[in-house]
Every structure is written in C-alpha cells, then in structure tokens.
C-alpha cells in the first residue's frame, strides 16, 4: 500500500467502519438484549418521579386541583427529563449536522438553569396523601404505578422488613421505605456512577496514554512508573480508604472510582499508539510537517479509539460493581437509594435472611453488569474479531 | 537476558516507592488524623483521659511529628539498608539491618504477626481456587474451540459471560441465606473456616460414642464449599476464552495440519499435539495471579467471616491502622510487579523471537 | 515444561497439589496436638504440686483451721461472700461444667492495666481480686481481699485491712505490700498506661503498713472509695520485674497475655496468650475464698459472626447470648430453643443512655440551640417513645436525665416530655422561628431556614434508623434534619473542635454519675466532654457542692436538683436506655435479675451465685 492510498482510505473510512461496527454489534443477539436492558433501566432512571412517588401526580384537595410529583420534581429529576427529549429529538431528526451540537447544548444549559431556579419544597411530608385521603381532606388522588417516594418510610404505619405483599410488591427494607421504589430510584446510582466514573477515567486515561505511546524514551518511562503505582495499589484499597475517610458521598465516589480505574485505558491507548505510530499514514502526516497535537488528536486517536470502546463497556460494569461493593460494606450514601446498600440489609444480626432484598437488588446489579458485558462482548468482536484474544 | 532483569528490578524501585507515598499521604490527609481510633471506641472516657491518651500516643509513635518526617522514619524501618532504631527510641549505626514492618498501633501487635495470622487461611482459599479455576476453564475452552460457532460454544461463553458478571457479594448472600440459613435449607456453615473445638478433633472422619464425627479434615473442607465456589465461579470467563483462541490457532497452525495429513483423527490431533502447544499462554497468564493469590478474596472473606488478609485490610482501612495498611500495600504492590516482570519472562522464554535489548 | 506437556500431566499436578495441601493440613492439625498435649502436662503438673499442697496442709492442720474460722465471716450478711453462701447452701448445688460465652471479636491483649476494651475487663473481673465488692442489690459496699476499712474524719485517707488467707493463684500470698506496688507499677511513666494514670491520679499516695494499706488523697471525693476499692490487684512478685528497667517495661507494654492474679479462675499459662485465641479460664484450685467458684472453667470463644454465634447457641455449644431487638423478638417464638434457655431483659447497672447534644456555640457565636425554648421544643419533637417502640421494639426505656433510674441520684419527680408537635410548634414561634414563606420549613427572624445536620456514629444501624425517624418526625413542624453519619475519628474531632449543630451519642455510665465532666462550664475547652458549651452557674455551683459532699444522703440531695436543673434547661434531649437482652441455657441455675440488673459472675468481681445442678452438668 503506498501512503497516498493510505491515508485516502482512512479519510474515507471513519464513517463506514463507524457504520459496519454499529451493524455487526446490533447483529448480536446479546448486544440487543444488553442494550434493551440497558434502556429499560434508563427509562426508570428518567421517570423514576413518575414511576414510584408518594406524591399523587393528581390530587383534588378543597376542590382544587394540583399535581404534587410535579411540583415536588428536583433540578436533578427535570434535567434528566430535558436530556432524555433532547436526545430522543436529536436521534428523531438526526442527519443534520447542527442537530447533536444543538442537543448537547439545551441539556447543558437546560442543567444549568434548572440548577439555579427550581427548588422544591424542603418539608416533604410523604404520609400526609394518605392520611388526608382517609381523613376525607383530600378528595381526589391519582398515583404513580408505584406510590410510595424511597425515602417514605410510611411513618403513618410504620411496617418494616415485610414480605412482599400487595402494597409492597417487593416488600420493605429495615426502614420500612418500598423496595420497589427504591429499586426503581437507584437506577439513577447505578447509571450515573458506571457513565460518569468511566466518562472520568476515559479522558485521563487517553490524555495520559495518548502522551505515553506518542513520546517515547525518557518520559514514556517515568510516565510508564507513575502509571504502575496506581496499577498496583489495588482499586479497592484505595476506595476504601477514600470514602472511609472523606466521607459517604455519590460525586466523591464517581471521582474516586474515576480517578483509580485509568490506568487499563492508558496502557492500551499507548499499545495501540505504538503500534500506529509505525504505521505508514502518521509517518507521511509527520513527514508532511503537521503539528503534533494535531497527528495525535486528529489522526492517531481515531484509529487506536476502538479498542477503547470494549474496555470502557467492560470499565463501566466494573464502576457498577465497586459502587454495589462499597455500599455492601456499608461505606455508601445514607439515605440515598442504592442496590448494593440493600443487597447489604438482607443478612439481618443473628443471621435473619431477607430473601426479598437479597433477590430483587442483587438481580438488578447482575442484569446491568450482564447487559454491558454483553455489549462489550459484542463490540469487540465487531471491531475486531481477533482482538478477543487480549486481555480485557 | 540478565541485564534485563537487573534493569527492571531496579525500576521496581521508585514505583514501590511512590506506592507508599501515595498510601501514606492519603492516609495523613485524612481528616481526624489516624490517632483517634487508638482510644476506645465506646465514648466512656474521661476528658482527662482522652487527653493523656492522646498525648501518649503521639510521644510514643510519633504521631505529632511533620508527615514528611514520619514517613522517613517508616521508610527506614522497612528498608534493609538504613539506621538501627534503638528501644530507647535513639537512632543507632548505618548499615544494613533486618527491614521491619512495624507495630500495629490498633492491635498493638507486630504487623509480621497479624500477615502471619491471616495469610495462610488466603493461601488456602486461593490455592483451592486456582487449579479448580484452571482445570474447568482448559477443559471448556478445548470443548468450545472443538465445537466452535456450534451451541456448546454459544451456550458456554454466554453463560460464562454470565456467571462473570453476577457479583460476588450477590452470590455470597444468596448462598448463605439459602443454603446456610436456619430458615431455608442448613446445609452448610455460615462462617469460618473450622467448627469451633474441632482443633481437638481427629484428623480423619471417625466413630465417637455418640455418633459419627466428621474429623477435621473434612470439617474443614465442608467449611471451604461455599468460599471457594463463591470464589471460582466467575473466573471462567476469562481464561476459557484464552484457551479457546489459543487451541484455534494452534488448530490451524501448519503441524496441527501436517498431524491430520499423517492420517491422525482430529481428537487424537487436538489432545496430542495442539493441547500441550495452546497451554503456553495460560501459563503466562497464570503469574499475573499472584498478587490475587494475597487479596483477591477480599469480599468472600468479608461475606463468610473468615479471618484471613481481606478481612485485615478492610478492618485496617476502617481502624486507620497506617502500619497495617501500608505493609500490605507494599507487598501487594511487590507481588503485581513481580508478575509483570515474571509475565515478560515467560513470553521470552515461550517464544524465542521477543528480543530484549 | 515437560516436552510432551499433556492432559494427563495436568491431572497429575493437580493431584499432587492436593496431596500436598492434605499433607500441610494435617501437619497444622498434628501441631495443635501438640499444643493440646502441652496444656494437659501443664495442668497435670499443677495439679501434682496442689496435691502435695494439700497433703502439707493436712499434716499441719492448717486448712481445717482456716475453714472454720472464714465459716464464720461467710454466714455475716456484711460478708462480701454472703449471696455466693446462701447459693451454695441450696440442695441442688454443685460445682462443676463449664460457662461457655462468646465475644464477637478477640480482646487484643490480656495484660491487665494496658488493655483498653471490655473484653479483656470481662477476663480480667475473673482473674484479679479487688478489696471491695458490691452487694448487686442493695448496692452497698462489701469487703473482699480486705477484711474492714474505714475512712479518715476529713475523707482524704482511707485505710483498709487485707484479709489473712488471701493468696495468689501459685500460692503466695497476697499483703498489703502487693496494694501498695499496683499503684506504683500503674503510675510508673514507663508503663503505657495513661488511661490508669489519669484516672487513680486522684490519689496522692498509696502506703502497705503491716496488714494495713492506706489510699491518701490531698482533696475530698465522693468517689475515693469506689477508686480505691475497684483496684485490681497485680502481684509484686509476678509483675515487679517489669519496672526493673525499661526494656522490662516495653516489653510489659507488648505483652498480650500477662494476665495473673488471685481471683477464682486463671490462665492455665498466665504468659502466653495471644489474641485471636479463645480464652479459657481454669479453676483456681488456690482460691483463698471461703466459697469456691462453682464452674470448672470459664470459657470465651471468638465468635465474629452473629449468624454463627447464634447456631452455636442453639446448638448448645455456648452457654450465653446478647441478643439485638429483632433478633430477640424472633427468638422468643422460637418454642424448640425457648423449652431449653432462659431470656432476660434489664438495664445493665454500667448500661448507660443515649442523647442528642444541641451545640450551643459555634464558631464562637451563639447558635439557635443557645435558646432553651428551642432546645425545649426540640424535646417536645423528639417522639422518644416512638423511638423505643420502632427502634428498640420496646426493648428500651425513654431516659430524661443523665441518673440511672434504679440508682438514689435520679429524681424521680420529674416527668419525661411526651410528644407535643403542638407545644413545639408554639415555642419555635416564640423563640421567632416561624415559616415566613409558606414552603413548609420555618424560618429564623432573618429568614434563614431552620435546617440542622445531625451527627451520629456511623458503624451503628440503630442510630441510622433512629436518626432518620427523627427526621421525619421533625419535618412535620417544619424543621429539616440532614443525617451525618460520621467516622469515630471525625466524630471526636467534631466535638474538640465544636463544628457540629446536633450530636447523637451514648454515653455509659457508672452507677453514680460525676455531673463534673459533662455539665461544669469549666469543661467545655478543647478536651473537655461539655462539648455543647452548656453554661449555668447555679448547676456548676451545685455540681462542686456535690462532689465533695461525703454524706451520701446529702449528696444524693444535691444530685437530685442538679437533675431538675438539666431537666430544666435540657442541654441534651435525653432519649433513651437500651435494654441488654440476654438468653442463657436454662441448666444454669440461679440466674435472676438484680438491682443491678443480672447477677452475673464478675459485676464488681461479685462471687459466682451462678451452677449447674449434677444431673444437668454437661462438661
């Protein structure tokens, strides 16, 4: 091949190779099962306040009617609710090219705003819905499928750790709060914590590999040293000693999580560097007096990211698991829900077994981390059927 | 060859160095200081008290002292070539001495001793572990790439995708509720390693007066089951689809071809002449466990109760035991490096064309 | 690697590692043999020498002598051997079987003076002897290794006999001199004891005259005598080589299992136990006292597992279990294990009682808290019946005040505030907090919303569950509660350096409380435990009255009004004393509840009252 016909091909190339991976993913049935699973617990993570709240999303009180969900909805509720539109618009309308840049933009600024201006009421008194309706002060309420918030721990009839029954079709925690509901809400954690994590270790990871496999001699070996320090102080060492010492906190996790799980990324970005940079087309582009930045970031990234892809769906199903893990050990957030902290009440003192909230929560874990294991699975064989003999 | 060794041992260096500094510092940032936990835990002390403990503690250990200080001073202790440290607390000869892990202040007791508590009941578990994850992954990993795209092939790589994927602190609680508990079936015990007394037991299965005892060795294993599964289950994944790839390409290799020319049968091609060639790569693979072999049942040891070294570094990590802590990150760190170098020998010697200059 | 590397090669290294695991296993198992072989000679020997001791005695007549004249101190009431007598009197009476516990994580060192938990004090109520002990239900003081005492008209020197007879568990005996050297081994610099040193430094000097040993202080106390008469005490000839020099001390200071004294039960090696270990006591067979322990052995296994302690419960293996609320519940519906165990539900004597701390000052300033009416309405808004009820599932008492109700100090006039969201309400108004803005929270004058953090320990589940029933209850009256779980160690540093709204904590107690260190505005520096910055000079005044006050009457007097005052005041919410919930086999007989709340071997080195009548004797 000469290096014309090289680098021709590889400005053609992007979009069909982009394509033709798309296709061969989406031919698995694995990747469409993972995806689907994947998609229904986003779905619960956006309409979470629609799916499972002690806030009627109707409600005739003194004849007048009000809609307490929506007015109770949080800066976090209504931007999830803005991002989820504005991709489902972009996705409807996509082939323009202004349409992604737009999307981002509206959730970017659509975050920002509802940051600043909306703040529900403080005082949430979950029960007083269904005292008022017994009372007969309420007339009128419509409910979510779900009508219990995960955190009313129904203080007007205090009913903790019971078995599934009709009212609670997964039973209550030791609390007495739903645990459907909080299987619902957590799914916000569950998410959040496997993109942001990753979304984290990504970019240092690629800066920091991308450096490593472009420079070679001197800085490559101390960069090589600093980057095996933090490989071999294991991950969950470090969490531990982290959020055991800082304190319970979902954003210090994500950082943490982030900031421990780089260094796989940089190592293979730097392999698949290594290996392009012999490669003809960065040769001529280096040859040709390009600047620097602009053969790594516009012309070596985009061939040695593929890889990256597989480790990332891998690397986000690990941030699931360290977050259940964390939470199991009883290091997660107080009151926030989450399926490691309830997959942690299910062996009571004395060795009581909760078989509900060691079923429904742990299942959940193992369906996602199963979903993007799937998903990573099939992406790696789409890119390339041979890479599946490397490590992951 | 040699001089390759030499050069990466002697870049382990500043990495285990800055292993320690990054622990330490992440210890001597944490708010409250690593010194409170040395007190009682239970807020019955008298004020005058927790003053004269405090003021103790930080005389005898240091504690009070500039962190930069402090971790010279730990440095030296552990280094083999450095200061003799005097009882008195003096600073004796430079030369070379008997590196030292140090007291832990929680416990009070050497840190050597606690490893030395907690290490073998891993060792254990790992060693168990290990050849039962090897053996069932070898043997799938030939059945998946004799059969391969067939259903065997699909159904065991998902469902090893599977299994990899269900977390173990999930597993962990389903056993020991269903499998353990009073409620449901009592099978097997909830904790430990031994039943309680059963030091005192023969070590073989015998006929008591009041009945059949198990014995010790079999207690012991009967204590083993569900750790060790919890343990080997997800491994699978991993290493049968190494296998897998390994035989397939030995399969097509030009001698497996030649075998099958000679007229062999393709099971007799598989078992006698690609089986013992596709092994190499796990052998390589199999030194990257070695730092597993220290801490990689940190969970199942939390969720069973068994006293080995996950349990101490959580509850280290939970005290601020800094000695604790930083003694086990070292030789952690030491095991996972050793494994790269040990890895990259391996390949050398596997195939004569990786060069080292 | 073997040339022709094979599936049947594998199969043979797999089998040879498990032929060498088997082979370490069974030389781990040949070693505890070993050990086992080692305290059985041990034990033989000991038992030998007794023999020959007894043959000695025989021959010279002293035991029968000795006997008859402890007979007569052990019928006296005022004997500190008078319950244990009485039980020994009964016809089912016997010695012998064990007492089998469990701790659910092994004490980290045995050593008396430096070990820091309750675990080891548990071990060491059985080993070490004290001069006094208390009568658990008549809570008066009763002599043990002394044989009468009495106080100076000053109260600043208090004298007590030691007992004639009294003896070490190899046979010395234990004098006055011995008293004497425990206080000076504890307030040796060298030894690693602060804790010890902060606490007897209230004594001035302690001098062995003859038989006698006299404790001096240079200021009266309320709480010399139980100072004095609680101290354990060690041996000179068995400890006094560890003052010799300073090595000797450092490696007293690291020892874990020094442990030997002149109690009922020892060690059967008093040097070598290290943690991790079960801990098992033997019969004294030199006990000096008239009544003999009634168990063989008592016994404490490490249990870390609360599933695993409850089987071995169950299974008969341990004798006793604490058990948590639900968990207790569960167990009472047990009808197969309840046929065979016996449950208790008390207030411990050392039980102690749970709070919330309203911090009064904060960086300087007077916080919301600084106001009674809104520390008031926060009582009025603490539902701690209800706190009881779903926390404690009734397992609990609600608690106003920092006096153990069984005890003469606390007032019992005075009534606990019930919830009264209403009341509440009204008196946030007054102080000026009132929701301006109609969002449901009310606000202060200048508009700041009424929103507090609470801190609580975060390794305990009932004050997660506790916390956040609060903070529902309080939203009702529009007062927001943010849960912080926070670290032991941050926790301290919140309360060194005040940077707390709300603190919730438990404090344990003595049977007598010292007001001092909680309360007296002198104690809220750095260090101090009035870490609210509480500050009423009346309270202060009557507290310094209190504690110099030797008449007890009087002195419970002035406790009392010191109570009405906090209850006045309320500094803290006061919530609540868990109950401790204990079922124990029922082959043990004489186990009932006391004052002092179960009459457990070893409460204030209390003789054992507790055997196994012959025909149930299971060891």
Known sequence: MTEAAGSVADAAEPETFRRQVVRRTWARLGARIGLAWIAVVALCAVFAPFLANSHPLLMERDGVWSSPALSHLGWVDVSLLLAFFALLGAWLLSGRRWVMPLAFTLIGVGTLVSYQIISPPAAVVFEQYRVGLAAGSVETAVFAPVPFSPTDRSRDRPRSLTAPDREHLMGTDEDGADVLSRMIHACRIALGIGLVATGIALVIGIVYGGIMGFFAGWTEILMMRFLEIFESVPQLFLLLMVVAFFGRNIYLMMVVIGLTSWPGYARYLRAEFLKLRKQDFVQAAQACGLPVTSILFRHMLPNGVAPLLVAASFGIAAAILAEAVLSFLGLGVVDEPSWGGMLNQAVGPGGTFAPWLATYPGLAIFLTVFAYNLIGEALRDAIDPHLSRERS | ?357 | MGKRFSARDLLLILFLGAILVSVWLAMVQIDRQWVFIRETQQKLDGQTRDIAEIRRQLRDGVAVAGRSAQDAAATDPGSGFYRAALAEARDDYARGDWLVNAFPSSPQRLTPTISTDTYASRVQEQVLDTLLTRDPESLEWLPLLAASWSVSEDGLSYRFRIRPGARFSDGEPLTAADVAFTYRFIMDERIATPRFRAYYGRIAEVTANGDEVVFRLDEPYYGALEIAGLLPIMAEHFYGRYLQSAEAAEEFNNATGLLFGSGPYKLADPVNWTPGQAVELIRNERYWGRVQPSFDRVIWKIISNDAANLTEFKNGDIDTYNARPLNYRNLLADEALMSRVRHFEYQDARGGYTFIAWNQRRDGKPTWFADRRVREAMTYLTDRQRVVDEVFLGYAETANGPFNPLGPQNNVALATRGYDPDRARALLAEAGFEDRDGDGVIESADGEPFRISLTYPSASDDYKRLVLLLKDLYVTAGVILEPEPTDWPLLLKAIDDKTFDAISLGWSSDFEVDLFQFFHSSQNGPGGDNFVSYDNPELDAVIEAARVQLDENARMALWRSAHEMIWQDQPYTFLLRASRLDFIDARIANVERVRAGLNRPGLWRMPTEWYVPVALQRH
């Open chain 2, 1 to 357: 060859m040699a001089s390759y060794i030499i050069r990466r041992l002697l870049l382990m260096l500043p990495t285990l160095f800055g292993i320690s500094a990054l622990v330490f510092a992440v210890m001597a940032m944490a708010p409250g200081g690593i010194g409170a936990n040395l007190m009682s835990r239970s807020g019955d002390m008298r004020p005058e008290e927790r003053q004269a403990m405090m003021a103790y503690y930080n005389e005898r250990y240091g504690l009070d002292q500039p962190m930069p200080v402090q971790y010279l001073r730990w440095l030296n202790n552990i280094s083999p070539l450095g200061f003799e440290s005097l009882p008195g607390g003096g600073r004796g000869e430079f030369g070379l001495k008997v590196p030292d892990l140090g007291t832990s202040f929680v416990k009070n007791r050497p840190v050597l001793d606690l490893i030395g508590d907690a290490l073998p009941v891993t060792l254990l578990l790992n060693l168990l572990t290990i050849p039962l994850v090897f053996a069932g992954s070898i043997i799938m990993g030939v059945y998946t790439a004799r059969f391969r795209d067939g259903a065997i092939d699909v159904g065991i790589g998902t469902a090893n995708l599977a299994l990899w994927s269900i977390p173990a602190i999930w597993m962990g609680v389903l056993l020991i509720g269903f499998l353990a508990s009073e409620q449901y079936l009592k099978w097997f015990p909830t904790s430990g390693l031994s039943t309680l007394g059963s030091g005192s037991w023969t070590f073989l299965p015998e006929r008591t007066a009041d009945g059949w005892r198990p014995g010790y060795l079999l207690d012991l294993l009967w204590h083993l089951v569900l750790p060790v599964f919890c343990l080997t289950y997800s491994g699978f994944a991993f290493l049968t689809k190494l296998t897998r790839s390994s035989v397939l390409e030995n399969l097509q290799a030009d001698y497996a071809r030649t075998a099958r020319a000679k007229g062999l049968s393709e099971s007799a091609v598989l078992w006698q002449h690609v089986f013992r060639n596709s092994l190499l790569p796990l052998m390589t693979v199999a030194a990257t466990i070695l730092p597993g072999l220290l801490i990689g049942s940190v969970i199942v040891e939390s969720i069973f109760s068994i006293d080995g070294m996950g349990r101490l570094v959580v509850e280290a990590v939970q005290m601020r035991d800094r000695e604790t802590v930083l003694s086990i990150t070292l030789i952690t760190g030491l095991l996972t490096l050793a494994s790269y170098l040990v890895v990259d020998i391996c390949y050398a010697l596997a195939d004569p064309r990786v060069s080292y200059d």
